[in-house]
């Protein structure tokens, strides 16, 4: 585990150092350099766009962060650079605008988003645009089906499941993805402890990073369960940062 052993260093930004998108939004660029002047990790998540690029937005739909109808497959990605987040001045950036801003002075973990029947060709775009990247990074994901892709197109980058609940056949799910080759979780720190996680930690000594952390109760819990927590809403103490 020693090539992620780096994600257990430093606090994660949740779609980056945003203000709970009162006047920074989420998985802007204005967010991701807030967490770089800070010093932590970023988390992201990125999307297939109509022309085969990758965006970096939460939502299969554009309403809640662009004001827009529509869904982010039937757009290109200059179509949504167009539109403003949040009626900010950010647009919704590329993953290589992103990679381009960060030049590697903060890990990244990069969350793909899977909609099936419209993200064909995501994991290997995302290889592509990470093809000599410098800096830190990992990927992850909720979808088995990219989570399997991961080892045929980028088998050298870190490569990890998001995952959450505690009921039996959840976490048997979750058993079945150690096949194929992840180095470390992202679970919900709500639904720890849990046995999946006691077994990844004390068996395989996998590194467990939690999301999202918005209280002291729940930097307490993920410190107790797990190795380093995803975080929105507050700055984590500097002293957390390794």
């Known amino acids: 585990m020693s090539g992620i052993s780096w994600l257990k260093k430093r606090p994660v930004a949740h779609r980056g150092l945003h203000d709970m998108n009162k006047t920074r939004w989420e998985n802007t660029l204005p967010a991701f350099q807030a967490a770089v002047d800070k010093g932590y990790a970023i988390e992201c998540d990125v999307h297939l766009t109509l022309d085969g690029d990758v965006i970096v937005f939460h939502d299969n739909d554009l309403k809640r962060l662009t004001g827009t109808e529509g869904f982010v497959w039937q757009r290109t990605a200059a179509e949504l650079a167009a539109l403003r987040v949040g009626g900010t001045d950010a647009h919704v950036p590329t993953l290589a605008e992103l990679l381009a801003l960060v030049r590697g002075r903060v890990p990244l973990v990069i969350e793909l988003k899977g909609i099936p029947g419209h993200d064909a060709g995501l994991v290997a775009k995302v290889a592509e645009v990470l093809k000599g990247y410098k800096g830190k990074v990992?990927?992850?994901?909720?979808?088995?089906?990219?989570?399997?892709?991961?080892?045929?197109?980028?088998?050298?980058?870190?490569?990890?499941?998001?995952?959450?609940?505690?009921?039996?056949?959840?976490?048997?799910?979750?058993?079945?993805?150690?096949?194929?080759?992840?180095?470390?979780?992202?679970?919900?720190?709500v639904h720890l402890p849990n046995p999946f996680i006691t077994f990844v930690r004390d068996k395989l000594n996998m590194p467990v990073i939690t999301w999202t952390v918005r209280d002291q109760p729940m930097v307490e819990k993920t410190f107790a369960e797990a190795d380093q927590m995803t975080f929105e809403g507050f700055e984590p103490d500097p002293a957390l940062i390794g």
């Open 138 to 189: 990992a990927i992850m994901s909720f979808d088995h089906w990219l989570i399997r892709e991961f080892p045929v197109h980028m088998p050298d980058i870190p490569a990890g499941l998001t995952a959450w609940g505690d009921l039996q056949h959840e976490v048997e799910a979750h058993f079945s993805m150690l096949a194929h080759n992840i180095s470390f979780v992202s679970y919900s720190v």
